[in-house]
């Protein structure tokens, strides 16, 4: 039989080809190596971020050991889940990701509920990762110009709403980097990904070597505190409300380590997607829960006092940089926070990265409302559209912020972590359900150790879930004396809101002409539009 010879001037590769039996051309620019695909899903996790800005949730929530062995607990886990989605993920190295995952496993209604919970989760992580930024931003920019007091008194501004400016600039930020080359961007978050590992190393060794005085090893791995108002202020590990209250402290971990599916969402700019958007989610996942768990340690030996941390807290006040001012002064928290200050905005530019992968691919089958639009690929092979989107939708995302930031900010790492986990597990247990007859090609697999891997990842996320809904402070239940809104969970309103609108579109509407993924054409029509796309934006699908 002879071969059909390609296109005139026009090469077809590995991965092209594997995308053409996927069912799409090759439209975004293939630029990334096996060691950028894991920078990216490392930079989102980015335990420079997540695990800092959101230290006071678990310090509240049960103390040291919430931070110390919760962090292992929740890395434990999500190790496994990103195990059980590596293998998915070799198997459909697509930027649709999960919602092409699930569409291809079970239907199109499941692709449905993926996609939208994902890309919920997505929008909800970019938010939070982009406010938890601005309130560090915001204490290093009142130690070297009093940024709160000068919006105060040219503006108006409140502190919070000082924040929320903050938050949009640094958004603001993000899309002008993001609508560059994906080179640029591929570029900045290898360098991001070495910034982190040396900033843990650096920040590590310092808090080693200044502070005069260090907490003993059995506060750090002992020590409990409950300040949620659950059980009173138990402590005691004979109670169960103790354990409910460690259990909603697992929260800074969980949202910590999420993003990871930034590396499937990429893999239509990644060479050798199959192998490399595998290994590059599960090892950061992997990498990011031993640097992270050194960084929690140096933190907690830091502390000062726990009634002064606790009171801190309580005035909603971020309580790391008081732990590094109060351990080794201003001069070398100024220092910390602008390592941290950089890591979380190399962060929040992945995330828009990545959320905006997915917001195309999504629209390219025709989910999302306005698909025309958020499908559009620019000149550079950027979809810029889906770039302003998601920093659009992030920033209403973070609103009620304004009014109070941690229950606003507590209530976005909820909403990630809930859309996220959903989302990644879904595809999990429509690949369990399979069972041994999945025989889809991959270059990464689990073996038959799928079956218990897929187990136990449906189980933590159902755990979690349950865990999440809950307000965090007893205040904010409505049976409770007094009850007080501010400090309501209303995470359980998002998702009920969330349900109703996608839940009620597809019953009345979408289950008629949403078919999942949709081919763009034959192999010889993608062929074609590949090289029209190569012609008319001067650029290659690969660049090496």
């Known amino acids: 039989m002879t071969q059909r010879p390609e296109p005139s001037g026009y090469y077809t590769s590995d991965d092209e080809k594997t995308l053409h039996k996927l ?8 630029a990334m190596g096996g060691f950028r695909n894991f920078a990216i899903s490392f930079t989102i996790i980015s335990i420079l971020a997540g695990c ?20 292992l607990l929740v890395g434990l886990f999500s190790t496994i889940i990103a ?11 697509t930027a649709g990701g999960l919602y092409y995952w699930a569409s291809r496993l079970g239907s199109p209604g499941w692709g449905w509920a993926t996609g939208w919970f994902n890309l919920i989760g997505q929008i909800a992580v970019t938010a939070a990762i982009g406010y938890g930024l601005a309130v560090f931003g915001q204490v290093l920019f009142d130690y070297w110009f009093t940024y709160s007091a000068h919006m105060d008194d040219w503006f108006g501004a409140s502190f919070n709403t000082s924040t ?51 907490q003993s090893l059995s506060y750090v791995f002992t020590e409990t ?20 209250v460690f259990g909603l402290g697992l929260l800074m971990a969980q949202y910590t380590i999420t993003g990871f599916d930034a590396s499937a969402h990429t893999a239509e700019e990644t060479n050798k997607a199959s192998r490399m958007a595998a290994t590059g989610m599960w090892t950061s996942v992997f990498v990011s829960v031993v640097f992270g768990w050194i ?54 530019t992945a995330s828009t990265t990545s959320a905006s992968r997915m917001m195309f691919a999504f629209s390219r089958d025709g989910a999302v409302p306005g698909h025309q639009l958020w499908r559009r690929v620019a000149r550079n092979r950027v979809p810029r559209w889906s770039v302003l989107g998601i920093a659009f939708f992030a920033a209403i995302l973070m609103i009620p912020a304004v009014w109070n930031y941690f229950i606003g900010y507590a209530v976005g790492t909820a909403i990630a972590v809930i859309g996220l986990y959903i989302a990644f597990i879904l595809p999990v247990y429509l690949r369990l359900r399979k069972g041994d007859s999945w025989d889809e090609p991959r270059a990464w697999s689990l073996g038959r150790h799928y079956k218990w891997i897929g ?32 400090f309501t969970n209303y995470t359980v309103l998002w998702f009920a809101g969330i ?46």
């Open 455 to 486: 187990v136990v990842s449906i189980l933590w996320v159902a755990l979690v879930t349950i865990l999440f809904i809950f307000p965090l402070y007893k205040v904010g239940l409505p049976w409770n004396d007094p009850f007080d809104w501010q």
């Open 23 to 30: 069912g799409y051309a090759q439209e975004l620019f293939r």
């Open 52 to 71: 800092l800005t959101s230290y006071t949730i678990a310090f509240e929530h049960g103390g040291p050991i919430a931070v110390t062995w919760g962090w």
């Open 295 to 348: 960084l929690l340690l140096a933190v907690t030996f830091a502390i000062p006092s726990t009634q002064a941390t606790l009171d801190t807290a309580n005035a909603l006040l971020p309580i790391v940089p008081f732990i590094w001012v109060e351990s080794m002064g201003q001069n070398w928290a100024e220092f910390l926070l602008f390592i941290c200050v950089v890591a979380q905005f190399f962060c929040v």
């Open 83 to 93: 195990l059980a989605m590596a293998e998915i993920a070799s198997a459909y190295p």
């Open 225 to 244: 505190v409950n300040n949620s108002g659950y059980g009173g202020s138990t402590t005691s590990f004979s109670n169960p409300a103790f354990w409910f």
């Open 499 to 544: 349900g109703l609108i996608f839940g009620g579109w597809w019953a009345l509407s979408a289950k008629r002409w949403f078919k999942g993924p949709v081919r763009m054409g034959t192999e010889e029509e993608l062929e074609r539009y590949e090289e029209e796309l190569t012609a008319r934006t001067g650029m290659p699908a690969a660049g090496g």
């Open 164 to 214: 929320y400016i903050l938050y949009a600039l640094f958004l603001s930020a993000a899309v002008l980097i993001n609508i560059f080359n994906i080179r640029i961007t591929s570029g900045l978050n290898m360098f991001s990904a070495w910034w982190h590992m040396v900033g843990v190393a650096v920040v590590v060794g310092v808090l080693i070597i200044v502070p005069d005085r260090h």
